[in-house]
């Protein structure tokens, strides 16, 4: 599947893709404002953003970032991907406090709750973040843990956490093993790759010099390990709904 991805993002113009991570670039220390969107659903939280952009951003920057989609869909990431009635994939990972966490052992006491961000470059991993910072009462009153996954070092997601004033702990998905293990995992582009790695620093930021990134996807895993709620769309943009998971995290706990 990897493969697959890299030769079809790789026919993308380079043009349009130094487009595309320009945007990235420029909003790489923007964060959301969790207290005046506390109001809103997260759908319109990352429409207003996306909307932000296409009423500022120039027409080949709109058409790059629409193509880049449009390339990863195509390939079917979303279809062979862990689905619903999967069986979960365990690791051992490190949070950003330093502590180790066994994913089956969290799974094996309450339902969890698995969800990935991409970086805190990332202006709608943010808004995403702060939406869930928001729910994690509910959810946890619903009888599910968060788990956070990102394939930023345990440093730069503290950082992340610290800049959205966020409780969450993320753990470290190193050169994102677990990603590629749940079939959410793609290369960017090479004609990308100077400013991701020159520009953006990703590689200060992973720890690696892999160019890769996961959809940002979210799943609800039960007790016996298995797949319940799954959320994968390769539109960056689109995020799972917090009031959905947690819908699904009560039809798994009967609450």
Not at 27 to 33: D, H, I, L, R
Not at 123 to 149: F, H, T
Request: hydrophobic letters at 45%.
């Amino acid at each position: 599947m990897k493969n697959l991805v890299r030769k079809l993002l790789l026919a993308v113009p380079a043009s349009m893709i130094v487009l595309g991570a320009s945007e990235a670039l420029s909003q790489q220390t923007e964060v959301a404002s969790p207290d005046a969107k506390s109001q809103s659903s997260l759908a319109e939280q990352l429409a207003a953003k996306a909307a932000g952009f296409a009423e500022t951003a120039p027409p080949q920057l709109r058409q790059a970032f629409s193509k880049g989609v449009d390339i990863v869909r195509a390939t079917g990431i979303e279809q062979s991907a862990k689905q619903v009635g999967d069986m979960a994939v365990d690791a051992k990972l490190v949070g950003w406090d330093g502590k180790m966490v066994q994913l089956s052992d969290m799974w094996k006491e309450s339902p969890i709750v698995l969800m990935w961000y991409r970086g805190g470059w990332c202006p709608y991993c943010n808004i995403q973040l702060n939406a869930m910072q928001r729910s994690l009462n509910e959810i946890e009153g619903a009888g599910a843990k968060l788990v956070v996954l990102t394939p930023e070092l345990p440093e730069k997601a503290k950082e992340t956490a610290e800049a959205n004033n966020l409780g969450i702990v993320a753990l470290h998905d190193e050169k994102n093993a677990v990603a590629d293990d749940y079939g959410i995992l793609f290369d960017l582009p090479k004609p990308i790759l100077p400013i991701y790695r020159d520009k953006l620093k990703m590689g200060t930021y992973n720890g690696h010099s892999k160019m890769e990134l996961p959809l940002s996807a979210t799943y609800v895993i039960d007790q016996s390990g298995k797949i319940t709620y799954a959320f994968l769309d390769a539109d960056y943009k689109n995020r799972a709904e917090p009031a959905e998971v947690i819908a699904a995290v009560k039809t798994v706990s009967g609450n």
